[in-house]
Structures are given as structure tokens and as C-alpha cells.
């Protein structure tokens, strides 16, 4: 985990336990789960939602997105932030905050992002 106060990482950890995540079929070969800008203003927690995206930008640390690779070649950046068993990152983390539509998490194993994940319709 990044260098976070406790202030911090209890903010984060209360946001991520008050919301619902769904588990992101999209990309099957990156099991992850995330949260919709639009699901946490329903539930009230829209500034949180844009708190937790600006966090991530300020404490975590670049590294490449698991197997995908941009069109253009070489690997696709995020900025991650590691809590708990989890890492975070946040759609579109080079703009605006305001343009931010989802936050996105995997599971952590070893010190490094891992494929832990099952849908769990199919159990």
C-alpha cells in the first residue's frame, strides 16, 4: 500500500464498504469489479465518488493495465492505488475529475495485481 494517513485510508475504506460494486464482465481476461459515478450519486456519495478519484491520483503509482495493450501499441497506463486487499483505479485518470465515470478495482495477491476474481452468476 502507498504512503496513506489513517484519515485517508479510513475515508477510503468507509466509501468502498458503502457501495455496491459489480463485477465487470467486459474485460474477461481482467477480472475486476467497479462502481458507477451515477450509482454513488443515486446513493448520496457523489463527492466521495469524485474524493476516492482524486486520492488515487495523489497517492497511487502508474503501472500497466494486466494483459491489455492500447491500440496503439504499448501498455495501457493506469494509476493505482492499493488498499487493503485491493488495488483502485479510476476511468480516464489523466482528466478531469469531473469526467471521471467510473472507479474500478482487482483483488491484490502476492504485492501484485492478480486474476482472482469469478463471476459470481456462474456459481
Known amino acids: ?14 466509501f468502498i464498504a458503502e457501495v455496491p460494486w459489480m463485477y465487470g464482465k467486459t474485460m474477461l ?18 463527492g466521495e465518488f469524485e474524493w476516492l478519484v482524486q ?6 503509482e502508474r503501472r500497466p493495465q494486466g494483459p491489455y495493450r492500447a491500440a496503439e501499441g504499448p501498455w495501457q497506463m493506469h494509476i493505482y492505488l492499493d488498499i487493503d486487499d485491493w488495488t483502485y483505479w479510476a476511468t480516464r485518470p489523466d482528466q478531469a475529475t469531473a469526467r471521471t465515470t467510473l472507479i474500478n478495482r482487482e483483488r491484490l495477491a502476492d504485492g501484485h495485481a492478480a486474476s482472482s476474481l469469478h463471476d459470481p452468476s456462474d456459481t
Open 1 to 14: 500500500m502507498q504512503d496513506l494517513d489513517t484519515g485517508v485510508l479510513d475515508r477510503a475504506r468507509t
Open 29 to 46: 481476461g481482467l477480472p475486476h469489479e467497479y462502481v458507477t459515478r451515477w450509482t454513488t450519486r443515486r446513493l448520496g456519495f457523489e
Open 55 to 60: 486520492a488515487i491520483m495523489q497517492h497511487g
